[in-house]
């Protein structure tokens, strides 16, 4: 599948000088055998690929991408601009948008390397006797130059919410059935009061803190 140049110009030049955020978190080192003068200076954040049944999963994880990338010292082409050029030369899927040539994507978008993930689960979910709402995804950083992978992690945060207590004397039947009970009630509350997209912040600033400082950061 061949994309068409849609950039224009000045819709570079503007996405270019758009300001960058830097931060002061702990990072590991570069991956073994990636001197650090190669590592990217841009990152071009992939449409995310969903493999759960909440809609919002792949926006949540797009919303949420450029900031640590930007605060670990790397220049993140904005979400909205890809996404308009995606969506304007036929690619409506992030699966269509995963397989494309890396030089391709390089070629348009400017970017030296690629963030691609891949949504596991996302939301409130019921197991036997609590509720919990659990994010997990996989996303590798991708150099579009050459192929290398740059850096891979496991995004994952898992929250319960009331988790179960002593549910006092009676039989074993009366005490499952207030635990069953009352996990029902957490279920309910969590769908009310959905805390997904902040779990999912919190998962993607704890896994991206394990990529190397980028060029623009301090401690380069």
Known sequence: MVIKKTFQAACISAAIGAALLFGACTSAPPEPGIPR?????SILVMPPINRTVDV???AVFLANSTRPLAEKGYYVIPVALSETTFRQ????????????????????????AAMYIIINSFG??????????QVSA??????????????????FKEQGRGD??????????????????????NQIVNVVWDPSERVAREAIHLSFAA????PQHSRF
């Open 124 to 133: 409130p979910t019921f197991q036997l006797l609590r509720s919990v709402v």
């Open 89 to 112: 030369n036929g690619i409506m899927a992030a699966e269509e948008a995963h397989v494309l040539d890396h030089n391709i994507l390089r070629d348009i978008f400017g970017a030296d």
């Open 138 to 155: 996989t996303a590798s950083l991708v150099d579009l130059r050459t192929g290398q992978e740059i850096w891979n992690g496991r995004i």
């Open 37 to 41: 003068e190669n590592l990217p200076h």
């Open 211 to 214: 990529i190397p400082y980028g």
């Open 56 to 58: 919002r999963a792949p």
């Open 164 to 185: 179960v207590i002593n549910a006092g004397g009676g039989n074993f039947v009366q005490q499952l059935l207030i635990l069953v009970g009352q996990a029902a009630i």
